[in-house]
């Protein structure tokens, strides 16, 4: 059974930093794509960074560009995610999705290309 457990969600000030992290579980973690996305009150869940563990460039939106970093822990199949100069439109519900197998280009930062979700961390900036 395949389980991602985000944690790390909090409430912090604008210029603040953050660092998510997705523990997975009952997967060939090394060969998965796996992304993190949000979704705030009102608005469509979006991509904000995905990564092939078994190798290759992270891909980010480009409202978090520079801010965020995706990384991960192989040993611990671990997925973390530092946000840092957090801002209030960073605010949202933070989830972890993996995919089997290797996504690329678009499609790495599509939703619907992902088969297992974790249960989301909320993040708050305030102004």
């Known amino acids: 059974q395949v389980q991602l457990v985000e944690s790390g969600g909090d409430s912090v000030q604008a210029g603040g930093s953050l660092r998510l992290a997705c523990a997975a579980s009952?997967?060939?973690?090394?060969?998965?794509?796996m992304g993190w996305f949000r979704q705030a009150p009102g608005k469509e869940r979006e991509a904000v960074a995905a990564?092939?563990?078994?190798?290759?460039?992270?891909s980010y939106a480009d409202s978090v560009k520079g801010r965020f970093t995706v990384s991960q822990d192989n040993a611990k199949t671990i997925l973390y995610l530092q946000m840092n100069a957090l801002k209030p439109e960073d605010t949202a519900v933070y989830y972890c999705?993996?995919?089997?197998?290797?996504?690329?280009?678009?499609?790495?930062?599509?939703?619907?290309?992902?088969?297992?979700w974790g249960q989301g961390t909320q993040v708050t900036v305030s102004s």
């Open positions: 990564i092939y563990t078994g190798g290759g460039i992270p």
């Open positions: 009952g997967i060939t973690y090394s060969g998965t794509s």
């Open positions: 999705a993996a995919r089997p197998g290797r996504l690329y280009g678009g499609r790495l930062g599509d939703p619907e290309n992902y088969n297992f």
